[in-house]
């Protein structure tokens, strides 16, 4: 095998690494968060889905700015 085949093989997965972390994370510590503040306000369902809902966005953002190329220069 190359020495390039393998570092692009590597890269991909550290892509993909990043990506189930870009998503993941947020979303668990938005159910943990969401859970811990509607048992304590009382509000059950309604702080947790508003948390989960900004973890999506909050995570699908920082899968895009990581994917799509940055325009330098171009106006």
Not at 9 to 24: P, R
Not at 42 to 48: Q, R
Request: proline residues 4%; charged residues 15%; positive net charge.
């Amino acid at each position: 095998m190359k020495a390039g085949s393998i570092m692009r093989k590597f890269h991909g997965l550290a892509v993909l690494g990043i990506l189930g972390f870009s998503i993941g994370l947020p979303l668990i510590g938005a159910i943990y968060i969401g859970s811990f503040l509607d048992d304590k306000y009382g509000t059950h369902p309604l702080i947790l889905i508003i948390s989960i809902i900004l973890a999506i966005v909050s995570g699908y953002s920082s899968i895009y700015r990581l994917l799509v190329p940055k325009d330098k220069g171009k106006k």
